[in-house]
């Protein structure tokens, strides 16, 4: 089992930058990948960016060049993960709720997701 934890949502002004965390703990040894997917009210879930084990990284047309998205392997006795997204130049149609998602070969595991609203 893995537990996944977000955080850093909130409300920004259009032009604005967050960075949103997560924070994947249990068994997160066979991991493969991290990232975010995000849906807006009437909208499929998209995917917003994924990076791997190695590193590689992936992200959704609509976010290339404003988004970045790190892979932090913080050791300590409970095995702590951390997947960070840095957004910038957010635009009102960032506005979504973020979820965070780990990806094992036995499958997904989601967390519960954080609202960004980008609002003036």
């Known amino acids: 089992q893995v537990q996944l934890v977000e955080s850093g949502g909130g409300l920004v002004q259009p032009g604005g930058s967050l960075r949103l965390s997560c924070a994947a703990s249990?068994?997160?040894?066979?991991?493969?990948?991290m990232g975010w997917y995000r849906q807006a009210p009437g909208l499929q879930r998209e995917l917003v960016a994924s990076?791997?084990?190695?590193?590689?990284?992936?992200?959704?047309?609509?976010v290339k060049g404003r988004f970045t998205i790190s892979r932090d392997n913080v050791k300590d006795s409970v095995y702590l993960q951390m997947s960070s997204l840095q957004m910038n130049s957010l635009k009102s149609e960032d506005t979504a709720v973020y979820y965070c998602?780990?990806?094992?070969?036995?499958?997904?595991?989601w967390g519960q997701g954080t609202q960004v609203s980008v609002s003036s």
């Open positions: 990076i791997t084990r190695g590193g590689n990284t992936n992200y959704g047309d609509s």
């Open positions: 998602y780990a990806r094992r070969p036995d499958g997904d595991y």
């Open positions: 249990g068994s997160i040894t066979s991991i493969r990948s």
